[in-house]
């Protein structure tokens, strides 16, 4: 019989599991999803920035003809619009015509300047958008020659590290701790440390880890903490449990290889 836990976002999060044995196989897993926060930044590809939704309606009318005169006149690049220039044209025309109509306060005129607003343009310059954003993949350049504003706010691909090296200390006595340190070389990484007692088993599948308890009398604890550091205190542990500890480094690409177990005795 296995139980499963899945740890779907464990940043700065500690975890400790107890449960008292009832004679049976236990288990669970921890599975990394790609929600990563790193210790430092990481490089990041460009795209349209949605700061037009801020902009006055004037304005906003601005970024039409802006598109107008980039996205419909780069046909090597946007081969295949998905709104034609013609449609687009009369759609930016027709906000334009209804703001200067709504100018005057008139509540009418401004319904009708929003609701034209919400129904018909942003949905075409949001179409404009994802097609700008699939085409340029990242690439600044292209994002600002479609007329629109680029921005940064997401992570490139990267690599998936390397094996780390761990050691692990008992803390002062009495202070039911201890401490993990690796000094192996790791960029722009979360980092993933689980401390299990002996004979429990962690077997790593990508960015899943499964923990499987063997059968016991007593109670089993296992620790799992996420962290920006390769380097720490973990406290509030059973007295004399005598721990394996493992770290992975965690980025977007994914988890490295769980590195060598230090043993530590808890005290």
């Known amino acids: 019989m296995i139980y499963y836990w899945q740890a779907l976002h464990l940043v700065g999060y500690l975890f400790v599991y107890r449960e008292l044995n009832q004679n049976l196989c236990r288990g669970f897993e921890i599975q990394i999803t790609d929600k990563l926060k790193t210790n430092k930044k990481m490089s990041l590809q460009s795209l349209v920035s949605q700061e037009y939704k801020l902009y006055t309606p004037v304005s906003q009318v601005q970024v039409g003809k802006d598109l107008i005169s980039g996205y419909y006149h780069l046909p090597l690049v946007f081969t295949a619009p998905v709104i034609s220039e013609v449609a687009f044209t009369l759609i930016n025309n027709t906000y334009n015509d209804l703001i200067t109509a709504a100018n005057g ?39 600002e020659q479609s ?72 109670p089993t604890e296992v620790v799992v903490l996420m962290d920006t550091s390769k380097k720490g205190v973990v406290s509030g542990l059973n007295r004399t449990d005598e721990l394996d500890v493992i770290i992975s480094s965690l980025n977007p690409a994914g988890s490295s290889p769980a590195s060598n177990k230090a043993t530590v005795i808890v005290p």
């Open 147 to 218: 007329g629109f504003h680029s921005t940064k706010v997401e992570p490139t691909s990267s690599v998936i590290g390397e094996k780390m090296a761990l050691d692990a200390e008992a803390g002062v006595s009495g202070s039911r701790s201890f401490t993990y340190d690796s000094k192996t070389k790791v960029k722009k990484s979360s980092f993933l440390i689980i401390a299990t007692q002996k004979g429990t088993a962690v077997d790593q599948d990508g960015k899943k880890f499964t923990i499987t308890v063997p059968p016991s009398d007593k």
């Open 105 to 143: 306060g008139d509540d009418v005129a401004v319904q009708s300047r929003n609701n034209y607003y919400d129904n018909s343009w942003l949905p075409a310059v949001e179409l404009i958008r994802k097609d700008v954003n699939a085409v340029a993949k990242g690439i600044k350049v292209i994002v």
